[in-house]
């Protein structure tokens, strides 16, 4: 069955570091997303693309995350430098196009130190 | 502004017995709902949805129920089994956008 790849699963890394998560959606899905999730609290969307374009990225923090997807295929999150407060669980997701089920990732969980 | 809500943060059930998880939502512009089911340390899996035409779904020992008049829709879980127990986000997506705006979860416990 196809699935939503990250790397790394876990990263530690102290503030002021910069660090970069990688995605690599289900083939074919033209949709790609980022989340945040706080525990306790449900995702948190910080950036979508359509194919290669961003869609949404009206919550993502822009003076330290950055996030690209090149070729409309897989995509990278950076976070620089990092802060103690972005220790959380970042999620990619994707689907075939907008506004249908979505497929989630294993995500990375990011301490920062 | 939580426009999907769940306000029980954990449920505790005996195995075999109905597992009830609520969501509410204030947007009436929601028309496709979503549940998802989390393992810690792991990405949200899909488990099942519903379309605000319809008010009953069913997969399998799932079922989900959608009240539009009341803006509230519940996943059933029957019978529950210890691999159930997880945390449960409910999900909804606007018509008039593409977003998806997600609830606080449930933690669900099966006790054997």
């Known amino acids: 069955e196809a699935e939503v790849a990250q790397s790394p699963r876990y990263k530690i890394t102290e503030k002021s570091q910069a660090v970069a998560f990688w995605c690599d959606p289900i083939?074919?899905?033209?949709?790609l997303y980022w989340y945040r999730q706080i525990l306790g609290q449900g995702p948190e969307l910080l950036v979508q693309?359509?194919?290669?374009?961003?869609?949404?990225d009206s919550q993502l923090p822009k003076d330290r995350f950055s996030a690209e997807r090149l070729k409309g295929v897989d995509s990278t999150l950076k976070i620089q430098p990092a802060e103690l407060g972005d220790s959380a669980m970042y999620l990619c997701?994707?689907?075939?196009?907008?506004?249908?089920?979505?497929?989630f990732g294993p995500g990375t969980r990011l301490l920062v130190l | 502004d939580q426009q999907v809500k769940q306000n029980s943060p954990s449920l505790s059930v005996q195995e075999g017995r109905i597992s009830i998880l609520n969501c509410d939502y204030t947007?009436?512009?929601?028309?496709?709902f979503l549940w998802y089911k989390k393992y810690p340390a792991e990405g949200p899996t899909f488990l099942i949805s519903?379309?605000?035409?319809?008010d009953k779904n069913e997969d399998g020992r799932f079922t989900v129920f959608l009240n539009k008049s009341a803006k509230h829709l519940s996943l059933h879980i029957v019978p529950s089994q210890p691999g159930d127990s997880a945390v449960y986000f409910c999900?909804?997506?606007?018509?008039?956008?593409?977003?998806?705006?997600f609830g606080t979860g449930t933690s669900l416990t099966v006790i054997p």
């Open positions: 519903i379309s605000s035409i319809k």
């Open positions: 693309f359509q194919d290669e374009s961003v869609v949404d």
């Open positions: 999900a909804a997506i606007l018509s008039t956008g593409n977003q998806f705006y």
């Open positions: 083939s074919g899905h033209a949709t």
């Open positions: 997701a994707s689907s075939l196009f907008s506004g249908v089920t979505q497929y």
């Open positions: 947007n009436s512009m929601f028309d496709y």
